[in-house]
T-cell receptor, first 113, second 114 residues
């Protein structure tokens, strides 16, 4: 079945460091891909999305490119801030899955000043 | 828009009691989802509705769990009787149809069963 695999955390970085969180997926059909962020005590917020191959989603300095050839959707940010500390979830949505989101297990990011 | 609204934010109850979680989706969204989040299992889809009709409830753990959507602006998730292993954060989400549409999540209900 469809699935999402994320790199295990936690990821610990200093402020202004470069961030990469790896995400790969398995899906039949043509999924849309999403990154969500969850701050402590809150729900999941959409960070960015890409709906077809080679699309780049971007928001708040974060970027991810839909790579069909490598079935990947890695999240990157050039310079992280303390306020970026959160849990990040990669997810896919396909018609095959009955339109529900399938999530990875999440990656905890901790940024220190 | 106020977003997806869930209540209560926190619920503490004793084993064996009935628990009802509530959700108001974003107006105009056709789909409503219930997810459960735990440290061990991550985010699990419990059930989802399309136009108030349950489409897939294969994620509902057992018969103790039930969900309803009596109209387009309200849904409930009920656990009866509750057990300690039901302790988790329960999220409701809603969306427009289509693979491209993101889900919008509420802030969740943190359930503790003692």
């Amino acid at each position: 079945g469809d699935s999402v695999t994320q790199m295990e955390g936690p990821v610990t970085l200093s402020e202004e460091a470069f961030l990469t969180i790896n995400c790969t997926y398995t899906a039949t059909g043509y999924p849309s891909l999403f990154w969500y962020v969850q701050y402590p005590g809150e729900g999941l917020q959409l960070l960015l999305k890409a709906t077809k191959a080679d699309d780049k989603g971007s928001n708040k300095g974060f970027e991810a490119t839909y790579r069909k050839e490598t079935t990947s959707f890695h999240l990157e940010k050039g310079s992280v801030q303390v306020s970026d500390s959160a849990v990040y979830f990669c997810a896919l949505r396909t018609g095959q899955a009955g339109t529900a989101l399938i999530f990875g297990k999440g990656t905890t990011l901790s940024v220190s000043s | 828009d106020a977003g997806v609204i869930q209540s209560p934010r926190h619920e503490v109850t004793e084993m064996g009691q009935e628990v009802t979680l509530r959700c108001k989706p974003i107006s105009g969204h056709d789909y409503l989802f219930w997810y459960r989040q735990t440290m061990m299992r991550g985010l699990e889809l419990l059930i989802y509705f399309n136009n108030n009709v349950p489409i897939d409830d294969s994620g509902m753990p057992e018969d103790r769990f039930s969900a309803k959507m009596p109209n387009a602006s309200f849904s409930t998730l009920k656990i009866q009787p509750s057990e300690p292993r039901d302790s988790a954060v329960y999220f409701c989400a809603s969306s427009f149809p289509g693979t491209n549409s993101p889900l919008h999540f509420g802030n969740g209900t943190r359930l503790t069963v003692t």
